[in-house]
């Protein structure tokens, strides 16, 4: 190995090491119990067994209005059941700061659409598969703590039975569920890429939506607990991953389940939650997390949530008619705009990146012009190629002296050959 | 999904293009042409289909061709046709530190009871896999585009492989190891796409920084390839492009000539 290589590797591992130390920093400065290095080797149980994750996000007035486990970050937002829309603003300790942004307007749309929808009394099954909802557990260890003794069991959590609930109470209003009850351990971060594949087996059979079902992790019964059609239940918590280009078709979605489950049963949707994290979403527009309770919630009272839970989904999905997910809606005065917003978000994105792309690597806007104009003319030279050509053919019959010169300007065989190599080497 | 109104269609159906152009764009690096590149991602999506089952003992296995086998065959053919040991061993060094590194970050950190994602659950696995791979193969592999692929590829599978044995050692019969069930969505695919293009990102910035490419010092027909294309439409006469012609006939590979300072083939 030579010299200016070794500098090369002392530098990436110099800069690795720094950035591995302020994150580390950042993440754990103030918090308790201090991450140390020591849980790194600990076993993947013992790191389960951690405590003191809560996160209290504060308003400007420093009223709680939403507890979190660890993983929140600036950016992340919030959408109450009253329609009030935050933004976490500043992450440090055990507490977030969150702005309000205002009222959601959107969604309160979704409220007055629920509101004045008339939902046939009996559920009207359709024939095919087009009524059919997909439900898996990422994470398929969890458990509550009351009702099994510990948060974890592997491979066959409780939240199998929290799954089974949701699924009973959807196929008694005649929806199809395909329920996946593949395990994805352990608990990581990477069982979303080994649950991606469930889905994807999922969205085989055609659903119209899909639904991850979790449960939370805050150390707070009180916070999910709650008395729902005079039972005590666990409320749900919706989450939206925001490393998702389909991010606003997903909190559309999202919007509509919180407006109508809540119209049915006031309050059993607590909140939205945008997220770091993609957890599949990008898959399909109508793809869904929820967090049935927490951890040291009962499991029934979480299966008693998800059940209420499931009494909006036919509607929203206009399983029973009524309007429903806006296909048949448009004409019905159907708020929309997440769909289109979406779109508008991914082309914006390509554009911008293609874009600065082409910029840096021409070196200078005149040249990125001239590689984009000779770009434009080699991809449309064939779908232009009869035109073109008779009109080469006149002109070399005029000009026969300046034939190459003008094969040139208008893409001839040779010029476009040397066009490609060109663009072989750019690209 | 005749019920999903046509927005949604258009968004699914844009995603998927403009998922599967930069595809396209990203492979045809990798030792194959236009038509290669689209033939290989037209066996991703057919592949996506295929599920082949495996006799795995206790823990079934589930290899799905677009998802798996299709990268791993592209893959292990870049490593075989590799001009040198050194470069050979420099991508599969890369694949082996990526399955440690997904391993460390996505199981051993990104862990514990916070939700949705664990703690440090900042980035998706999504993202987390192609930066990693895309990084490691680029600065182990000699900053090269077709080890940041194999790395991200080879490293994602390994790191498959290594979770089955995991399954198997957890006694956890019956599970089923679903390696690239996601198909051209799957991570590993994803993985290996995104790799490819943040090396390119990472190659033209870098390169850019230092005054862009330089000629001096190459072989004359490894300069003549680097020298700034004329593309403005009113090249010189005839015979310049003649020449142009002739010099850029004698480099097939011009990626190779940027990257690596050798003509391959």
């Not at chain 2, 823990?59 to 065959?73: C, E, R, S, Y």
């Amino acid at each position: 190995m030579n010299k200016s290589r070794l500098k090369i590797y002392l530098a990436a591992g110099v800069i690795l090491a720094a950035v591995a130390a302020a994150s580390v920093y950042s993440f754990n400065n103030g918090r308790s119990p201090a991450w140390k290095p020591a849980d790194l080797i600990k076993s993947l149980e013992g790191a389960d067994h951690q405590v003191g994750y809560l996160v209290n996000i504060m308003d400007e007035d420093s009223k709680i209005i939403s507890k979190v486990a660890r993983g929140v970050s600036v950016g992340d937002q919030i959408i109450q059941p009253d329609g009030k829309h935050y933004q976490i603003t500043r992450v440090g300790g055990n507490y977030a700061r969150a702005k309000f942004l205002g009222n959601d307007t959107q969604f309160l749309a979704y409220c007055d659409y629920f509101e004045n929808l008339a939902v046939p009394a009996a559920a009207v099954s359709l024939d095919g598969k087009n009524n059919l909802v997909g439900i898996y557990h990422t994470h398929s260890a969890e458990s509550y703590v009351p009702t099994e003794g510990t948060e974890s069991v592997p491979f066959k959590g409780g939240i199998y039975k929290v799954g089974q609930s949701l699924v009973q109470r959807l196929q008694n209003q005649n929806v199809k569920v395909a329920y996946d009850k593949t395990p994805h351990d352990p608990h990581d971060n990477n069982a979303y890429y080994r649950s991606r594949r469930t889905a994807t087996r999922l969205m085989k059979d055609n659903p119209v939506a899909m639904l991850d079902v979790h449960r939370d992790g805050i150390p707070d019964a009180s916070y999910y607990r709650k008395n729902i059609a005079n039972e005590q239940v666990a409320q749900l918590r919706l989450v939206v991953g925001r490393q998702n280009p389909n991010m606003q078709a997903n909190l559309d979605f999202a919007k509509r389940m919180m407006a109508y489950a809540n119209k049915q049963h006031p309050n059993i949707v607590k909140e939205i939650f945008m997220a770091q994290g993609n957890y599949n979403q990008d898959l399909m527009p109508t793809a869904l997390l929820i967090e049935a309770g927490t951890h040291v919630n009962n499991r029934q009272e979480a299966q008693k949530g998800v059940a209420l839970f499931a009494d909006a989904v036919p509607t929203v999905l206009g399983i029973t008619g009524g309007g429903g997910f806006g296909g048949t809606g448009t004409g019905t005065g159907t708020p929309g705009g997440g769909t289109w917003t979406a779109l508008a978000w991914i082309l914006g994105l390509t554009l911008l990146g293609g874009g600065a792309f082409l910029l840096i690597s021409s070196g200078g806007w005149e040249q990125a012009k001239s590689r984009l104009s000779s770009y434009v003319g080699r991809e449309f030279t064939g779908f232009m190629g009869p035109v073109r050509g008779l009109r080469l053919r006149k002109r070399l019959s005029k000009k026969q002296k300046e034939t190459l010169e003008d094969l040139h300007s208008e893409y001839s065989p040779d010029a476009n050959e040397i066009d490609s190599e060109n663009r072989k080497k750019i690209r | 999904m005749t019920r999903l109104p046509v927005g949604m269609i258009i968004l699914i159906a844009v995603s998927a293009l403009i998922f599967f152009g930069l595809a396209q764009r990203a492979l045809d690096r990798m030792k194959l042409s236009d038509k290669g590149a689209l033939a290989v991602i037209a066996a991703l999506i057919i592949g996506s289909f295929i599920d082949i089952p495996v006799r795995g003992g206790a823990n079934p296995i589930t290899l799905n061709l677009g998802g798996a086998l299709v990268p791993l065959v592209l893959a292990v053919y870049l490593v075989a046709t590799a001009g040198t040991a050194a470069e050979k061993f420099r991508s599969l060094a890369g694949a082996a530190i990526t399955t440690l590194v997904i391993w460390f970050i996505g199981t051993r950190l990104m862990t514990g009871l916070p939700e949705p994602a664990g703690r440090f659950g900042y980035l998706d696995a999504l993202f987390l896999f192609p930066l990693v791979a895309g990084l490691t193969g680029y600065l182990v592999g000699g900053r090269s585009r077709r080890a940041a692929f194999v790395s991200a590829t080879i490293g994602v599978l390994a790191f498959d492989v290594g979770h089955y044995f995991w399954l198997l050692g957890r006694g956890a019969t019956g599970v089923r190891a679903d390696i690239g069930g996601a198909g051209a969505f799957d991570a590993v695919v994803m993985a290996g796409i995104f790799a490819i293009l943040l090396a390119e990102i990472v190659g033209e910035v870098r390169e850019r920084l230092a005054g862009g490419p330089t000629r001096e010092g190459k072989a004359p027909s490894l300069a003549s390839a680097l020298r700034k294309p004329d593309l403005g439409g009113n090249a010189g006469a005839g015979e310049k492009i003649q020449r142009e012609k002739k010099e850029f006939s004698g480099i097939s590979n011009s990626e190779e000539v940027k990257e690596e300072g050798r003509v391959r083939e």
